[in-house]
């Protein structure tokens, strides 16, 4: 049985709006889509499903842009929910795609870990990948420069991005998790699909080495891990709960003592 945004995809829509700067939400109830006005064309992170492609397109035009300038596609990871979308969007803006070099072979040659088949739907969709992302890249565009690190565990190339904004005359750091999910790391999946258990070690130091990071507004790759929609319905009377420099090291502690419950070493 599909996913319920694979058969009624209408009932996850949310309306687009301004994060902060030049940053926007475009995504949807489930799975998230950001948007970065580079002055010089558009960026997108994430493409979300295939089905639901026409409420993206539809979101970038309510806050007044053409999908036409889109010119980079950037991706979390290498899973249905994060890139399904992008090979009808690249089809119809010839953007150009970037994605985490490991995570390839999964949209080349290993379909049954795109998480298509848990979703219960085929994956066809593949597309060119136009730039290899490799830990340490950066992806420069107008007023943006995009630093990218790759984070493995959820999947191999998994990255992380890290990009400042500019808001009222103020510099602001914004930073992606993207592949904090422990569903590719369970015993029973890691051993069904003949993969180590040394993914687990990769995640454990894949969030240590984030912890590093300073991150003034923490965007997720899903809605619910940074509260988007709860701040969102927050942001009145001025004020702005994604300005927030706690949110991103209490995500991340969080993290690390369910990654530890999760593989028996609390």
Wanted: hydrophobic share 35%.
């Amino acid at each position: 049985m599909p996913a319920q945004i694979c058969v009624r995809p209408w009932e996850f829509y949310v309306e687009p709006f301004r994060i902060v700067g030049n940053l926007y939400y475009v995504g949807n109830r489930d799975v998230s889509s950001h948007l970065i006005d580079t002055g010089q064309g558009l960026i997108l992170l994430d493409t979300a499903y295939p089905q639901t492609v026409y409420l993206l397109l539809e979101s970038i035009r309510r806050l007044g842009f053409d999908p036409d300038d889109i010119c980079c596609i950037l991706h979390c990871h290498a899973h249905y929910d994060h890139f399904g979308g992008t090979r009808a969007i690249v089809e119809l803006t010839g953007a150009k795609t970037a994605l985490g070099r490991e995570d390839i072979e999964i949209l080349e040659e290993k379909p049954e870990l795109s998480w298509a088949p848990e979703y219960g739907v085929p994956f066809y969709e593949t597309f060119q990948v136009d730039r290899p992302l490799d830990d340490g890249d950066t992806i420069s565009m107008g007023n943006a420069t995009i630093e990218c690190l790759r984070v493995p565990g959820h999947t191999p190339g998994s990255m992380a991005y890290f990009v400042e904004i500019t808001d009222k005359g103020t510099i602001h750091t914004v930073g992606i998790h993207g592949g904090p999910g422990l569903n590719t790391l369970t015993k029973e999946y890691l051993e069904k699909h003949g993969l180590p258990l040394s993914r687990r070690t990769d995640y454990m130091r894949s969030v240590e080495r984030l912890k590093e990071r300073t991150v003034d507004v923490f965007i997720g790759a899903h809605p619910g891990q940074n509260a988007t929609l709860d701040k969102r319905a927050a942001m009145k009377d001025g004020k702005n709960p994604f300005l927030d420099k706690t949110a991103w090291p209490l995500f991340l502690d969080s993290l690390e003592k369910r990654a530890r419950e999760a593989f028996g070493l609390a």
